[in-house]
DNA sequence: TCGAACTTTCGAAGCGCTTCAACACTGAGA
DNA sequence: TCTCAGTGTTGAAGCGCTTCGAAAGTTCGA
């Protein structure tokens, strides 16, 4: 193994001067400057991580706790995921990923030094996980919106908001009934920050437009179908479709064309999913796509502004926008 | 912080004592173990993991380079990180999840001593990270099959044992006419091991098994009903499919089975893809289960097995079982 | 010419842990 | 009684790095 020694050697300096001119914590001339990084390349000489924890007290990574259980949104997990890696790398951070989703994992990571901050997923309303966050000493964000927001940042999108736009976008194209299709029962139920946020703006939009909207629940596996089958039949009135359930989205699309199409009438669906999902599903009006990757961005930075310049804890939710007509 | 000092003076003993306690690599004596184990507990004591790599030369911790683009086999990918990190955990280690897939973030993590060993996915037929992980001196599996084996250890999937045992059933039901729907075309014409593998399997039980079988590739969105489309027009006779494309499944089994009923006759699906996945898709006859799960628990455990017995590099290879029909 | 004020480089003290050699005991065998 | 093997415990030497205080060298104004 090569050493900062080894390099000082190399280079005819001393060690801490070997240091300085990797870390730009002090002057150092040009020309002693380029006699080290040459001796670096030469040697390939990179710095064993452990010992630079030990002695700077911090670890340039930051513990990412995401949703492994297969399920609702892999898209997203996934996309969300490859966000933050990505920006975290543009920071300098590495991304130890932890394996349960429980308070446990996050304070082994933290008080065995493994980690200089944490970035939780999933977040519910009334999650265990945000008072153990602050018991802990270490920043941390949220990506997801707890209820009654404490003193923790969060980065979200904006799911309140994309339900307003739906229903504007439904309605500009003439529609006066007007059905949410959302989680699967199981998510709704344990309310979900996202889905209650979502039904919220939806309801509301309705009301101000003067229209009718309903929410519905609805599995992600093809037994989505006899939901919307259902929806379609108990008020065969609506005609504009919102749906948010990625699982679902083929069987739904199919089934509400299919059915509008024997009816005689042309129902339109916005989908909310992350783009490339949208584009992989036929017969979507619109889309607005749930910006994934963005938000694992967006919550990175917020956390490495944290780690360096002891910024504010902040809300930041992110905008949704709609996309044009996908697959025709 | 509480250190291992905080321990010592507490519990009345030595460092080493206590040291020794945790590692389990001394005896101790029952009384001093039991004074000591109290004083961690309650000063809720974990060894900084720097100080810890440190001084052991090891970090407990694994690399893993995950393909974090979106696309092809979300749920897979998914799965497989999730089996990794879940038995990693179980053998007491943690996983860094590494950013870009090329060789740079290999060595990045293994040359700063980052990680104990590497774990390498989606490895395709002549891909150049072999190489670099041969001169790294770190322990690796690779989750994938490359073309000409090297010394390098592999986990994989047999997906050229899934052909075979997809067209046996598929002749045992009676269709003399097959169809591999497969990968999307840029994985095909790459080569992708696992693509060529089980088209391999494919073909050569249709051989032996006497009837006829062809090979498509399909774009894993809705433009996957294009091309089922055309493969049933330019041969009618074709009754039984085997498809292997997770985007595509949904659209591909309504396709098939609508026109099969058009024309009269009764088509069979057999797919390829994890056991949710096909749960969540009517009208399949059979599935076989790709158990990515699995795949990551094993590359995982065998990763673990050379650090700790220095164990052989091996190839693995995950039988494939046939699921009983899914959703009717 | 002298010292103040820089600039550039260095020495050494840790950071918290593991581990080796060695020490202090105990009990048994000679 | 003395030795010897075995058991349980300790002191101290690092592991490779960062960082502080200070030394050495330079420049400049008085």
Redesign the interface.
């Known amino acids: 193994?090569v050493t900062i020694a080894d390099v000082a050697q190399k280079a005819g300096v001393s060690i801490s001067t070997v240091s300085y001119v990797m870390s730009g914590k002090r002057a150092i001339s040009q020309e002693t400057r380029d006699r080290v990084e040459k001796a670096i390349d030469s040697l390939?000489f990179?710095?064993?991580?452990?010992?630079?924890?030990?002695a700077s007290r911090s670890?340039n990574?930051i513990g990412?706790q995401a949703p492994?259980?297969?399920?609702v949104d892999?898209?997203v997990?996934?996309?969300i995921?490859?966000g933050v890696?990505?920006q975290?790398?543009q920071h300098g951070y590495?991304?130890?990923?932890?394996?349960?989703d429980d308070s446990k994992a996050l304070q082994?990571?933290a008080?065995?030094?493994?980690v200089d901050a944490l970035l939780v997923m999933d977040v519910e309303s009334d999650d265990p996980r945000i008072d153990t966050l602050s018991g802990l000493g270490h920043p941390s964000v949220l990506i997801g919106l707890p209820e009654g927001r404490r003193a923790v940042p969060c980065v979200d999108f904006d799911f309140e908001a994309a339900g307003w736009l739906a229903v504007d976008r439904l309605v500009a194209l003439g529609h006066q009934r007007i059905a949410l299709i959302g989680s699967p029962p199981e998510v709704m139920s344990r309310h979900t920050s996202y889905a209650d946020r979502l039904a919220r703006g939806f309801l509301a939009a309705c009301e101000a437009n003067g229209v009718d909207g309903t929410v519905h629940a609805c599995p992600?596996?093809?037994?989505s179908?006899a939901t919307v089958d259902a929806v379609m039949t108990d008020d065969p009135g609506i005609t504009g479709f919102f749906v948010h359930n990625e699982?679902a989205l083929?069987?739904v699309a199919?089934t509400i064309a299919q059915r509008g199409r024997r009816r005689g009438d042309e129902p339109a669906i916005v989908a909310l999913c992350?783009d490339?999902v949208a584009?992989?599903?036929?017969g979507l009006a619109d889309s607005i796509a749930v910006p994934a990757e963005a938000i694992g961005a967006a919550a990175t930075d917020m956390i490495c502004e944290i780690l360096s310049s002891g910024a504010k804890p902040a809300v930041r939710l992110l905008p949704p926008a709609l996309t044009g007509a996908a697959?025709p």
């Open positions: 193994m390939g990179s710095p064993h991580a452990g010992a630079r924890s030990l670890t990574v990412l492994l259980r297969t399920g892999v898209h997990v996934m996309q995921v490859t890696v990505t975290a790398r590495d991304i130890l990923l932890l394996a349960s082994r990571a008080k065995g030094s493994m992600s596996s093809a037994e179908i699982g083929p069987h199919t992350p490339d584009r992989s599903v036929p697959t």
